[in-house]
């Protein structure tokens, strides 16, 4: 998983996509450092992976001090994904919550096409929401395996931040799963105590609970970072390894409603819930977004994973617009069923994307249609 500086750790799952780490699955976008675990899924329907075992923090290394300057992992701190993968159990991605129980969803939750925002309204909503407001995160409870209470304002913190990565890239906002609450606060102080990362935490942990241990197994997980769980998002997003995977259950188009549990230096994120009802159609999720994109999110891995349709065994080519010259690139794995099914990655090879300059990307397929789209990096100011 991942480890220090200030040690951050992130975890993934990868049933539907999704990321876990010390964070488990994610990037952070305010203060904070951390660490992922992350779980995959085989490639095969069905089949089972196996999980890698124990995270410490402090362990493999992806994101943080060998981030690009102007990402959102902090200066100074080593972010780490690990490539620990979880079972693709069908029965696994849907967690129970009651049928009574409500499901919040926040305002401005209906997405629109990237492809046509203009500056002023990207850069307004990325600047006013991806930075944290709560003035505190979590109180820590009366002994060592209290769970201790999480701000509702720093939840908050990280479920708009979470959507607004979903709605740069196009795709609907998730609403929150208070039901899970307890269970996911029950997962952090396990991984909090153990200052380590697991999706399958053994009856030995330290504070173990088998509702912890539940949240565990379908969670993104990360640890080892200030500022959580609204830090944790940004780790997931704009990991550097474990497929990607992370990211993948973030942007996933039928996530359904989550729910962080977190304490000082760990969060858990549900990722195994999905959508009900009608979904705005989506062809494919890209990262970094179609259109107008912040310059911060364009200096790692890109990536376009399945929404209504496959995207899988695409050949990548991306050319600057103002130039005409084909942009060296190299593909990234993004194999497993993260977020939907198997993605497809690359990362710009001896070239920055520059800020206003517009990029296109065209994945040929040979039998499907292929994609295209433009990217615009674009520095808010």
Known sequence: MKRRLLVVMVVFLAACG???????GGDSSGPGDGSADALSPSD????????????PGGADVSTGLDAPSGTDAPTGIDVRVSDVPVADVPAAR?????????????????????????????????????????????????????????????????LRI?????????????????????????CAIMMHANNMLSHTPPA????????????????????????????SVPQYINERGSLLGHRRWC????????????????????VFQRATGTLPPVPFVAYPNPGLAPIENTTGHWSVQPGMRAVAGGTVTVVDTSTGMPMPTTPFDASNSYGGGVAVAWTPTGWTPLADRTYRVTITYATSPMIQYNVTPTRCP
Do not use: K
């Open 162 to 186: 979470l959507n607004l990565y979903r709605w740069l890239s196009g795709i609907a906002a998730v609403g929150a799963a208070p039901a899970l609450a307890a269970r996911q606060q029950a």
């Open 18 to 24: 999704g990321g876990d780490g010390v964070a488990d």
């Open 94 to 158: 849907d967690v129970p919550v009651p049928p009574d129980a409500p499901v919040i969803v926040p305002d401005g939750g209906s997405p629109d096409d990237p492809n046509t925002r203009t500056r002023t309204t990207m850069c307004t909503r990325w600047l006013a929401e991806r930075t944290p407001r709560a003035t505190s995160t979590w109180t820590m409870g009366a002994t060592a395996c209290d769970p201790g209470t999480l701000n509702p304002a720093a939840h908050d913190d990280a």
């Open 204 to 231: 030995s942990w330290m504070c173990y609970s088998a509702a912890g241990a539940t949240a565990a197994g379908s969670s993104n997980l990360a640890l080892g970072g200030g500022g959580y769980p609204a830090s």
């Open 44 to 55: 095969v329907p069905g089949g089972d992976t196996p999980a890698r075992g124990d995270v």
């Open 251 to 270: 942007l996933y188009p039928s996530l359904g409603p989550t729910w962080f549990g977190a304490t000082s230096r760990a969060s858990c994120m549900q």
